[in-house]
């Protein structure tokens, strides 16, 4: 057996050396544990999520009608379906005489937005949302910008499979307070937004959605109670122009916002997108303008947003920045408090001003925070409280 | 009528022409002189290099092959932008007249000019490229000590071997800093290169070398001092000169544009600044069509036209760089509601997710050396961190699943983003350059006799007010509805 003596000898400028390698790859290795590879967002892994029909999820709107057909309660449309039709909205299919989702556990578009992206100014400004959408849309919307998943089938689409209780998860891991549905239409798949909003709020995250409220009043109740903020598009004020550019009609949808103000606790904004030409008359800005103010009260903000060519009006030039600027100061002289002007920055309109002596409380440039001076929701100068969701 | 009194009557006339026409073509004159002056300088430059490089005969002769290749080089140069730059003009000025009305760019102008700007940049610097090949051959020949004279040679100037100079003023680092940062954005010919290869030098290095100039000397030699019959070089320096005032007019819409000026606001600047011009002209008597203000007068301009910008349009300005198409936040922010709008970073892991594993090393190269054009050159230690942060990062988002990714995404993206070193240098000079009392920022876009101008053309627009015609919304696309029935077949 060697005795100690034998070992091979080693000197002291040797031993340094070891032991600083020794030093630097425990660092390594502790630097490796904390890089994440896995990346496990998602709560439940390696199960194989049900998505769209294959999830079963039935629609809670309908009725059944003899032959195994169908009449879908959900929006306006009040799709009549035989078997194997689907809705107008692409998303709700009669398989066997009950109406199923097809948009259920499969997000096309899964992301981090900044809120004013909604656009929503008077709720939490400056946080974050983990916003969902799914292909779909129960609206034909001419300049769409989002075409591409409105108006296909969500299984059609690349999709991402998500629970709603992964979905929150994915939020609360990822420190975001606030989910929000976008970019397409939620009406479309309300079944999955309703149950993501109900996990939201077990786990007291808020839940904001951005729709074009065509919609009926019963479902609308019912998911509202889980929802936080409703942002929405009031796109124009006539009927011929709801017809035929969007292929709905209009009365419904003042019908709903109504529904949101008063009969819900959520809060409200509107947003009008100004397309040059179609519906930017003064006449048509000035009525829907009045009708904000006596139905819903001076305190909804109202967002003029900037018209980009697109989809189907590609050929229509852009919206001129003074048609928003004069659509914005009429909506102030008849009394709305907080109208902003969205898709142009940097712009006055992207502010938010105190609606008693007229500072401005938070400074925007376009979706970015400049300056909040906002406390708790009041002014700092004057101390009037301003209309939101602020905490 | 009598010959002299003709002339005379001739004489008279041309000076009241001359008179009206001098203050618009003075600046236009001065530049094309300008010119011509900075070639001629160059070759003599190029001349006296060789004169005092004390050439032997056999390195002559050796770089006479390397010199045909060069001038081979500055003759297709001279050629392709002389064919360039009258179509260049064309797609600018359609640019610029969409840019002036600000109603967006339509596809065809757009691409058009895009497309050709494209070829303004890479053509030249292709060419150089190839003569860096070049100068490392001619640097071959050379002696050390010939080189270190390039290096410190000035015209006219005895030789001094340059020093490295240091410096305590910030100010003065930052700046080197910045210049050496867009110098390395684009392959750069060194001082040897310009000087050996350049068509002036050539007389000097065939003389010493005892040998008749071969043709493609000759030719290169009069096309850099004359051009072509179809494109003699006053001709094609008055295009490069249009060419520039046509971009820097761009350029000023584009931040124009970009600023989203109020009438009022407009009113407010050009009025202080008509007003600066004004005192200006009392109190000298000078009227030059030139910028007339000085230092002290810019510096005080500055203060008041930031005061009548909005914070916003301050920030947009911080981070303003001139330029052709106007980036994306510029042109086109992201909408409210819009869906596709990823960032580089983001498309990048998308495509690292889907390439075979071991091209992801490759991938990340062809990212440093794409990057290198908007940030500057990384040395060698910064630039293998980088490859080794990004191909780290890719293999993160291929061990994702889709929804995962979908997750994580932009925060992998954050983690490779690359910090554009020049435009905080740029902050961080006009800092200090403001703080010195100089001009900065708002001064260098915005307090100029052009962007002025510009400005008070769109108070014009802006106060002429907007056309506003209502579409017939029975003509054209109708939406679908479900007036037929909504039911959609399988």
Not at chain 2, 446 to 451: A, M, T, Y
Request: charged share 25%; aromatic share 8%.
């Amino acid at each position: 057996m060697p005795s100690p003596m034998d070992l091979p000898q080693i000197d002291r400028r040797s031993f340094l050396a070891a032991l600083g390698h020794c030093a630097g790859g425990a660092c390594f290795a502790c630097a490796l544990s904390r890089f994440d590879y896995s990346a496990a967002a998602t709560g439940d892994d390696d199960i194989a999520i049900a998505t769209g029909l294959d999830a079963k999820r039935q629609i809670d709107f309908y009725t059944q009608l003899p032959d195994n057909h169908i009449q879908c309660f959900v929006c306006p449309l009040d799709c009549n379906l035989a078997d194997g039709e689907t809705c107008f909205c692409r998303t709700r299919t009669n398989v066997g005489g009950k109406l199923y989702t097809r948009g259920y556990n499969n997000p096309c578009i899964i992301r981090v937005d900044p809120i004013e992206k909604l656009p929503l100014t008077h709720f939490r400004p400056g946080s974050e949302t983990l916003t969902l959408s799914v292909g779909g849309c129960n609206v034909r919307c001419l300049y769409c910008q989002n075409w591409q998943q409105s108006q296909s089938k969500p299984d059609e689409l690349k999709y991402f499979p998500l629970t709603p209780k992964q979905a929150v998860a994915a939020a609360k891991k990822k420190n975001i307070r606030t989910i929000a549905f976008t970019y397409t239409e939620t009406v479309a798949w309300l079944e999955w937004a309703h149950d993501v909003a109900v996990e939201a709020k077990k786990a007291g995250i808020s839940v904001v959605v951005a729709t074009s409220a065509y919609i009926k009043t019963e479902p609308l109740l019912d998911f509202a109670q889980y929802v936080d903020g409703f942002v929405v598009g009031l796109k124009g004020f006539t009927e011929d122009f709801y017809k035929r550019i969007l292929g709905i009609q209009l009365a419904p949808v003042l019908e709903a916002i109504k529904t949101v103000r008063y009969k819900t606790d959520s809060w409200l904004e509107l947003v009008n997108l100004v397309v040059p030409g179609y519906n930017d008359s003064s006449v048509e800005v000035q009525s829907m303008v009045q009708w904000v103010h006596e139905e819903l009260g001076d305190g909804v903000p109202l967002h003029f947003s900037r018209f980009v060519p697109m989809y189907r009006l590609a050929n229509v030039p852009r919206t001129p920045a003074q048609t928003l600027e004069k659509a914005r100061s009429g909506a102030l002289r008849a009394g709305l408090k907080h109208v902003y002007i969205g898709n142009l920055a940097p712009h006055d309109g992207n502010n938010t001003y105190c609606p008693k002596c007229g500072c401005p409380v938070i400074e925007r440039l376009g979706f970015k925070i400049l300056k909040d001076t906002l406390r708790r929701g009041m002014c700092p100068q004057c101390k009037t409280k301003l209309p939101g969701v602020w905490t | 009528m009598q010959r002299t009194r003709f002339l005379r009557h001739f004489g008279f006339l041309s000076v009241i022409l001359a008179a009206c026409l001098v203050p618009a073509a003075f600046a236009a004159e001065v530049d094309v002189a300008q010119a011509i002056e900075d070639r001629e300088k160059r070759a003599a430059a190029s001349a006296e290099f060789v004169y005092r490089l004390g050439l032997a005969r056999a390195q002559a002769r050796k770089l006479i092959p390397v010199l045909e290749e060069a001038a081979a080089i500055h003759i297709q140069s001279y050629e392709a932008e002389a064919a360039l730059l009258p179509r260049l003009i064309d797609a600018y000025t359609d640019f610029l007249q969409e840019d002036r009305l600000d109603k967006g760019f339509s596809p065809p102008v757009e691409r058009r000019a895009g497309r050709l700007h494209q070829q303004e940049i890479y053509g030249p610097e292709g060419r150089t490229r190839q003569l860096m090949a070049l100068e490392k051959k001619a640097s071959a020949i050379l002696k050390p000590d010939q080189r270190d004279f390039a290096e410190g040679f000035k015209p006219g100037k005895p030789y001094v071997k340059p020093k490295k100079k240091r410096t305590r003023d910030p100010l003065v680092a930052k700046r080197k800093e910045l210049e050496e940062l867009n110098r390395d954005k684009r392959p750069r010919l060194g001082r040897l290169g310009k000087l050996l290869l350049h068509p002036g030098a050539y007389p000097g290095i065939c003389a010493k070398a005892r040998s008749d100039a071969p043709e493609v000397l000759q030719r290169a030699a009069r096309i850099c001092a004359n051009g072509t019959d179809e494109c003699p070089i006053i001709r094609r320096d008055a295009m490069r000169l249009q060419v520039r005032q046509i971009r820097s007019e761009i350029n000023n819409w584009n931040l124009i544009n970009g600023l989203h000026f109020e009438l009022d606001q407009i009113r407010q600047i050009t009025e202080v600044y008509d007003r600066a011009v004004a005192d200006v002209k009392l109190a000298t008597g000078r009227t030059d069509p030139c910028n007339l203000l000085d230092q002290d007068a810019v510096n005080e301009l500055e203060g008041i036209v930031s005061q009548i910008l909005t914070p916003g349009q301050m920030e947009v300005i911080d981070i303003y760089k001139p330029c052709l198409i106007p980036p994306k936040n510029l042109k086109s922010p992201v909408r409210v509601g819009q869906a596709g709008d990823s960032s580089r970073m983001i498309h990048l892991l998308e495509r690292a997710r889907n390439v075979p594993q071991d091209r992801l090393a490759d991938l990340a190269e062809q990212v440093i050396e794409g990057e290198t054009r908007h940030y500057g050159k990384l040395a060698d230690d910064d630039r293998l961190r980088r490859k080794r942060l990004l191909v780290n990062v890719a293999r993160r988002a291929r061990a994702m699943n889709d929804t995962e990714f979908e997750l994580n995404k932009e925060d992998l993206a954050t983690l490779i983003e690359r910090e554009d070193r020049s435009l905080t240098l740029r902050g961080e000079i006009d800092d200090i350059v403001q703080y010195r009392g100089r001009a900065g920022l708002v001064a260098r876009f915005i307090v100029n006799d052009e962007f002025m101008s510009q400005l008070k053309y769109r108070g014009q627009q802006l106060a002429d007010g907007i056309e506003q015609k209502q579409a017939n919304l029975a003509e054209g696309p109708q939406a679908e509805n479900c007036d037929k029935g909504c039911a959609i077949k399988e």
